[in-house]
């Protein structure tokens, strides 16, 4: 196995056009500033729970591959109840933790399971599949 | 709280079955998936075998078996069966606009995949540039099925630790015997309700729990409180389900079933702390968030620069694949949560139930721990021990005792409790006087009208600020304090006429506990409701220096508050669970004193299933131990992928002519993974320091 490979055949320069290197360097600046937009910059969007009668604020979310939406706002100092329902057969979306709750939920195939929350301060509050590969993130604000 | 939380016939036993079962199918899964990558990896690297070694033919390999064809045909499944999850794992991370390890290890397979896809397909325009065609599918092999034994690793640790639940819920028989007409009926226990009378016969399981209401015996707890010796059980006691009877025969009366038995309780606080993170865990996520597009960042820069130095495109391919998959932090993501779950599994089989990961992390930061005296360093079981007439006092000695048990015997106060069973002891005569107008003062005493005549029973302080003259009682109050002995006053209006001493007997667990906490470095303080000298005298006994004494249960939160801001915390404050609760609740971590039965589990951080106090300190140092364990496992996971970083990128090539092969990196990463597992295995042998504890 070549642990620390010598530099024989691998290790040969080549000319390159000024070009192509330039390009090269630019297209790699490039996509560095985007991703480092994309992963770490500030991004709207997400879905807001609605309102139903006794100040309950609900939302359905689809478990099939991942959480739809996977990003969810409520507001602050209200219950909510959030209801999965799951169609993907994949074991690992069997289950929902949410960590800062305490709670995981688990969810049976093709059905809707449901998990009531108390009111909570605002804040940024992520859930994760059981084996933490698949997340969404729950938005108080 | 699951909408679908079981109805009152339903166990969670259930519940848990049906995710065990799911839980059980992903293993398989996972396992043949382990399987198949490892058998198709060997083949990949048997046929990369010539290569690798520089050869352009093997004597005894086929000429077919080390095409780049074949490779293709062997890594293909490895990548989109084996390893499917982690695209679509990045896939759905993306979408989030999130990064994780799974981002970094498709991208770096992704990436090794396609160009050596390219070269397969295209080799004549490497061939051209003066470069090797080489391929690179046993890396993307190799790196899959390590990332993929580290996942089935962490499988197997969940595994294990539900393992702890499973148990726990094996022990519930599946019928009971429940008198039914007089006649005993075996039903099973789903059937059976509260208020059902059930027989239990020697050498069997208690189904549920109840009340003993006919007959006594010996019960063996150990499986859920973990202490080890038999508990005497006669009519009035509290049984609980899943306990096994030893000896005797007895009839219990249920009392709770389904899912608010103490046992599926435990069950759930044990999920519901192993389904929390702690501080560490969260400062992890947050890091790995930054951490994943920082190193996407490195990749894409050391690319570009090896590309810009050699003009080779393969070289600085074989760099960018390198950085991605050394900094993986997989093993980071298992570091906090396999730890957590070994320690909060054995937790629960020492009869130590931590309610979150927090309180396992706090627990072992602890500087000063608060122990209340009555209960919890005590039995909780007062006796009277001296009763006295004062001079100066009128009543004849039946009198009193009838007023005082009259009077007592309204109050639920345990000393209370101990005054009227004595007084009652000492009468002739059952009926005792009404009383009207009673009113209990926390911390002081009680009073009531009985017959025209104003009674007051209460602490002599309590008298003191009556305004009425106690000076001739001090040197019998001081005498009965000096032994230990709180010390209730009669006075019937306005005379002093009796006094009651009452012991309440340390249990036997107390001083080595105390003992092994102050080993553990911890500042020990005892609370006391008690009178001052009384309290020194139990805690001397026991081996405490510092007392809190004559706190009236309101104010025992402020004591604990008071401590933390004088900058004594994190503060521990253990207590039996009830009226100790705000106390518990302010305390950094609420330790309760479950007497087994106690609903009260809920209101603490920690509760101890048995009343013994040596739960204390192997609850401290199982928590020690568990974020010891975690520190170990962020270094493993750090280490690696830190120091990898830098070699990985080719700063050392134009020094040494190093380069790090991307297998390796994958060797690297993967190899931390298996240090943190199996670091965090290590707390399996966790066995508290053993205390000579008889139980009490």
Redesign the interface.
Known sequence: ???????A????????PVAL?GL??IV??L??AW??W????R?GGGVAARQSEAGLQEITILVD??YAP??IKVKAGQPM?LAFHRVDP???L??V????F?????L?LDAT????LPPTKAGVY?FHC????????LEVE | ????SPGPAEGPAV?VD??ER??A??RT?LRRKVSVAAVLTVLVMGSSLPH?LGLHSLPLLPFWFTSPWTQLILTTPVLFWCGR?FF??AV?????????M?TLVAAGTGIAYLTSLFTTLFPQVLIA????A?VYYETVAVILTLVLLG?LL??RARGQTSEAIRRLLQLQPPSARVLRDGQPVEVPVSMVVVGDLVQVRPGEKIPVDGEVSEGSSWVEESMLTGEPTPVAKAAGDAVIGASMNRSGSFTFRVSRVGADTVLAQIVELV???????TQV?RLA?QVV??F??VV??LA??A??VW??I???P??AM?FLVSVLVIACPCAL?LAT?TSIMVASGKGAENGLIF???EALETAGKLRTIVLDKTGTLTRGQPEVTDFERLAGGVLPADTLLALTAALESRSEHPLAEAITTYARSQLKDSELPAVEDFEAVAGRGVQGAIGGQQVRVGTPRWFDELGINTASLKPLVERLEVAARSVAVVVVDGRLEGCFGVADPLKSSSAAAVAGLRRLGLHVVMLSGDARRTAEVVAAQVGIERVIAEVRPADKASVIRKLQEQGEGPVAMVGDGINDSPALAQADVGIAMGTGTDVAIAASDITLISGNLAGVPAAIELSRAAMANIRQNLFFAFAYNVAGIPIAAGLLFPLT?????P??AGAAMAFSSVSVVSNALRLRNFRPARLPLPTT
Not at chain 2, 271 to 277: G, K, L
Not at chain 2, 657 to 661: A, E, I, R, V, Y
């Open positions: 196995m070549q642990i620390l490979a010598a530099a055949p691998l290790w040969r320069t080549i000319d390159q290197k090269v360097a790699g600046l996509l560095i991703q480092l994309w992963f770490l910059g991004h591959g991942g996977s990003r109840r994949s074991s690992c069997a289950q933790i949410f960590p800062d305490h709670k995981s939920l688990d049976p399971t449901s998990l009531e992520p059981g084996m933490n590969m698949v997340r969404g993130v | 709280m699951s909408a679908r519940l049906g995710m799911e839980l199918r992903e899964l690798m999850d679509t794992g759905s991370a993306f979408r989030q606009h999130f990064a994780d799974n540039e003066g470069l090797p080489d996942r962490e499988a999920r519901q702390a192993q389904s929390s993170r865990q996520d968030g930054w994943v597009p996407i960042a894409i820069a690319f570009v590309f810009l050699s003009g080779n393969v070289l074989l993501g949560p309610r979150s990961a002519g190093w380069l790090l092969n297998m390796i």
